[in-house]
């Protein structure tokens, strides 16, 4: 019998230890100007979230994220340990993913199967897209007037190293802040405490060949939305 309890004891303080990992709780925050480098004060409401390795070439490097929210967007802080920035790309709106990036997929309303994709490269290019899965087909554009309050703000910072392509450094941090104006018309009003959204989270990387991180693992697509995770506001 003793032996029992200390059993069931056992098993309900492990049950409780285990974290809720198929969620992400975001907390609220007044606005705040993107550095790159994440040393706003409102970072603190939150804890760094590590992404696991989906795809591996190499020894995976550090990965982590965090998110806040405000009554105006969406905020984004990426921290990447890293060997080489490998990347070519010079210029926004162009395929940042085939070479070392990070990714945000948010999915506001589940009834339609469309979100937005933001991909961000160290060199802080940028390509905003609106994703749609329609009949077994899948497409993507860029966001209409994409400007002034509608324009995603973002900047990168580099650690060991030149914010040139193919530097040698030691990590790199990409933050963002993602206006709801943007999101229109994928979000009918901005979320509040209790409201729930689906998404993920992604690092690519070609130092070692083809590695890549992802909060929740979607198979050889990132695309994958029915894995996505869930996105809790507080």
């Known amino acids: 019998m003793l032996f029992f309890i200390?059993?069931?004891?056992?098993?309900?303080?492990?049950?409780?230890?285990?974290?809720?990992?198929?969620?992400?709780?975001?907390?609220k925050t007044s606005d705040f100007t993107i550095t790159?480098?994440?040393?706003?004060?409102?970072?603190?409401?939150t804890d760094w979230v590590t992404l696991p390795v989906q795809e591996v070439s190499g020894e995976p490097p550090l990965t982590r994220?965090?998110?806040?929210?405000?009554?105006?967007?969406?905020?984004?802080?990426?921290?990447?340990?890293?060997?080489?920035?490998?990347?070519?790309y010079d210029k926004d709106f162009q395929p940042l993913f085939k070479q070392d990036a990070i990714e945000v997929f948010l999915w506001p309303d589940t009834?339609?199967?469309?979100?937005?994709?933001?991909?961000?490269?160290?060199?802080?290019?940028?390509?905003?897209?609106?994703?749609?899965?329609?009949?077994?087909?899948?497409?993507?554009w860029a966001?209409?007037?994409y400007e002034g309050e509608k324009k995603v703000q973002h900047a990168t910072s580099i650690e060991g190293g030149a914010k040139k392509s193919m530097a040698t450094?030691?990590?790199?941090?990409?933050?963002?802040?993602?206006?709801?104006?943007?999101?229109?018309?994928l979000i009918g009003k901005p979320p509040q405490a209790g409201?729930?959204?689906?998404?993920?989270?992604?690092?690519?990387?070609?130092?070692?060949?083809?590695?890549?991180?992802?909060?929740?693992?979607?198979g050889p697509s990132f695309h994958t939305y029915q894995k996505f995770g869930t996105l809790v506001f507080r």
Not at 8 to 19: H, I
């Open 6 to 27: 200390g059993s069931f004891r056992l098993a309900a303080q492990q049950a409780v230890a285990t974290p809720d990992t198929s969620r992400l709780f975001i907390v």
């Open 36 to 45: 790159g480098d994440g040393r706003a004060a409102a970072w603190n409401k």
């Open 65 to 88: 994220i965090k998110a806040l929210y405000s009554d105006k967007g969406l905020y984004f802080l990426f921290d990447c340990v890293d060997q080489k920035l490998s990347t070519t």
């Open 111 to 140: 009834s339609q199967v469309m979100y937005f994709e933001y991909e961000l490269s160290p060199l802080n290019y940028e390509w905003p897209l609106l994703m749609i899965h329609l009949n077994g087909r899948s497409g993507g």
């Open 143 to 145: 966001p209409m007037h």
């Open 169 to 185: 450094v030691t990590r790199w941090r990409g933050e963002f802040f993602i206006p709801y104006r943007v999101l229109h018309p």
């Open 195 to 218: 409201t729930q959204w689906r998404g993920n989270f992604y690092r690519l990387d070609y130092d070692q060949g083809y590695t890549t991180w992802t909060w929740k693992k979607t």
